[in-house]
């Protein structure tokens, strides 16, 4: 089993560019999790989805982030515009229910 | 909606001897699981140890071993004969049996371990 994978793994862009990260959830796994890590602010749940439904998506900071889950597979986070206080590393974990999160490698993200 | 608290921000311990981290929660449930990761300075986050609500067993593994009181809603997190390769940030978790299976962490204690 490959893990979770999570692509790119670093990412440097200019204030006000489009962003997408993704994320390959380990097969048969029925919960997706995004999370940003920054110092200041710690490990923050963004969004999470169960059988590719978004269920709790309150800790999305601001209507310029958004993620989609279109098949069991596959998921994306897409920031737009982003702003240098978007950088920090961002985190997608699977699941099957009941059990412990898997996590991804992050995607460390520098907006200038 | 379930808080998980760690109440030390940073912890030290001297290479060999045993440390504790602590970990309370907060819910009203009587079913759920209590997990702690380990996050090196690699950034991937590590499953330690987990222990599910109805097990009075507290769950071991190798050197880690928690101390799970379901009464005082404590689940602490004891490391023996520390190494160097346990340096780490650790996090405590709180995952609900119940609709949503919905995950809270805590935010994290950082060990140094001193050769």
């Known amino acids: 089993d490959a893990g979770v994978i999570q692509s790119p793994r670093h990412e440097v862009t200019e204030m006000g560019q489009e962003v997408t990260l993704r994320c390959k959830p380990i097969?048969?796994?029925?919960?997706l999790f995004w999370y940003r890590q920054t110092m200041m602010r710690g490990l923050e749940l963004l969004i999470y989805?169960?059988?590719?439904?978004?269920?709790?998506d309150s800790g999305m900071p601001e209507d310029r982030f958004s993620a989609k889950m279109p098949n069991a597979s596959f998921s994306t986070l897409k920031i737009q515009p982003s702003e240098p206080r978007d950088s920090a590393v961002y985190f997608c974990?699977?699941?099957?229910?009941?059990?412990?999160?898997?996590f991804g490698p992050g995607t460390r993200l520098t907006v200038l | 909606a379930q808080t998980v608290t760690q109440s030390q921000p940073e912890m030290s311990v001297q290479e060999a001897e045993t440390v504790t981290l602590s970990c309370t929660y907060d819910?009203?449930?009587?079913?759920?699981?209590l997990f702690w990761y380990k996050q090196p300075p690699s950034r991937q986050m590590i499953l330690v140890i987990r222990?599910?609500?109805?097990?009075?067993q507290n769950a071991t593994e190798n050197r880690f071993s928690v101390n799970f009181q379901k009464a005082a809603k404590s689940f602490s997190l004891k490391i023996s004969d520390s190494q160097l390769g346990d340096a780490a940030m650790y996090f405590c978790?709180?995952?609900?049996?119940?609709?949503?299976?919905?995950?809270?962490f805590g935010t994290g204690t950082s060990l140094t371990v001193i050769p």
């Open positions: 974990a699977s699941s099957p229910p009941r059990r412990e999160q898997f």
């Open positions: 989805f169960n059988n590719n439904v978004p269920i709790d």
């Open positions: 097969s048969g796994h029925d919960y």
């Open positions: 978790a709180y995952r609900s049996a119940g609709a949503g299976n919905q995950f809270y």
């Open positions: 819910t009203s449930e009587s079913d759920y699981y």
């Open positions: 222990q599910e609500a109805y097990k009075q």
